[in-house]
């Protein structure tokens, strides 16, 4: 059984910093697409960013570009985003998903989500 848990979310103000981990079980997971994903309130859920299970290959949305980086540690079986400069907009529901092959953008390719966890960013 596939499992995923997101960690580290949290109230931040503008301009600070979040770091978001999730630990995957259950998974072949060096063959493994992860990603995190965001959702607002009244929003659809949207990605945020992605990595192959050959870490180099990464996806950004263009609205975290600069801001965010995404990082796997394959020995450890756990995914990160580092989130930096964050802006009040940034405030959402964060999740961790995986799927097997290769990365995508769109949301009904992944198989497996997290419980999410809470971002906000406010002064």
């Known amino acids: 059984q596939v499992q995923l848990v997101e960690d580290g979310g949290g109230l931040v103000q503008p301009g600070g910093s979040l770091r978001l981990s999730c630990a995957a079980s259950g998974l072949t997971f060096s063959d493994a697409a992860m990603a995190w994903f965001r959702q607002a309130p009244g929003k659809e859920r949207e990605i945020v960013a992605a990595v192959n299970w050959g870490a180099p290959v990464k996806y950004y949305a263009e609205f975290v570009k600069g801001r965010f980086t995404i990082s796997r540690n394959n020995a450890e079986n756990t995914v990160s985003l580092q989130m930096n400069s964050l802006k009040p907009e940034d405030t959402a529901v964060y999740y961790c998903?995986?799927?097997?092959?290769?990365?995508?953008?769109?949301?009904?390719?992944?198989?497996?989500w997290g419980q999410g966890t809470q971002v906000t960013v406010s002064s």
């Open positions: 998903t995986t799927r097997n092959g290769d990365l995508s953008r769109s949301r009904v390719d992944y198989h497996y």
